[in-house]
């Protein structure tokens, strides 16, 4: 594709709940990212992936959270247990490589917690 | 850790005058800087970046930024503003060792009257 693919856009569900966002970068691109923007917040770094490197998980803000990379393409972020403040828009981007190659951006996918 | 401020949380300007979007960082050597631009229910897009030489950068739709090392900031102008600019204007701010993953400000909202 022509860029960075996020399903699904919208998500509504019930605190408690699961939920699993997925990611589809661009092709090639070998560093992937996804960021949490709440309300009147900026960017909120989650997590990163390099290649077949141990992703950087410094971000997660509990363990409630998790992502995975199959292949070294497709991401998916879960949310276990949803609460209400895991409501926000959750993005993801990938770039050419490390060092510092412009992050390219979904949609991002709106989660809202009921 | 790096941190970046942008002190203005809504900026309005009327069609065709000119523009300025302030942002301070913090950090102790020369840094990476960015400007994204989101359009509502968008992700992120690159507007300029600096990484050192020429502290004047040139980017897309028209926008510029100056590097001011004595004053930590990285501003983003425009001479003439039009209507389609309305949007999040986001900072960031990358360093050396490790990652690289941007820290982003919390953004600007850019509010055109006609």
């Known amino acids: 594709g022509a860029g960075v693919s996020q399903s699904p856009s919208n998500k509504v569900t019930e605190k408690g709940k699961d939920v699993e966002l997925r990611c589809d970068p661009i092709s090639g691109h070998t560093a992937l990212y996804w960021y949490r923007q709440s309300l009147g917040q900026g960017l909120e770094f989650l997590i990163y992936?390099?290649?077949?490197?141990?992703?950087?998980k410094s971000g997660l803000p509990s363990d409630r959270f998790s992502a995975e990379r199959t292949g070294g393409s497709v991401s998916t972020l879960t949310i276990q247990r949803t609460q209400q403040e895991d409501s926000a828009v959750y993005l993801c981007a990938s770039s050419e490589g490390q060092t510092l190659k412009p992050q390219h951006f979904g949609d991002g996918t709106r989660l809202s917690i009921l | 850790a790096q941190s970046v401020t942008q002190p203005d949380i809504h900026i309005t300007v009327s069609e065709g005058a000119s523009l300025e979007l302030r942002c301070n960082y913090s950090y102790g050597a020369t840094p990476y800087l960015f400007w994204y631009v989101q359009s509502p229910g968008q992700g992120l897009q690159l507007l300029l970046k600096y990484f050192s030489g020429d502290t004047l950068v040139q980017g897309i739709k028209g926008f510029e930024a100056e590097f001011k090392r004595s004053q930590s900031s990285f501003n983003l102008r425009k001479p003439s503003v039009h209507w389609s600019d309305a949007a999040e204007y986001f900072c960031a701010v990358a360093v050396s060792g490790g990652s690289y993953i941007p820290t982003f400000g919390r953004g600007t909202s850019l509010i055109v009257h006609p």
């Open positions: 992936f390099q290649g077949n490197s141990a992703p950087d």
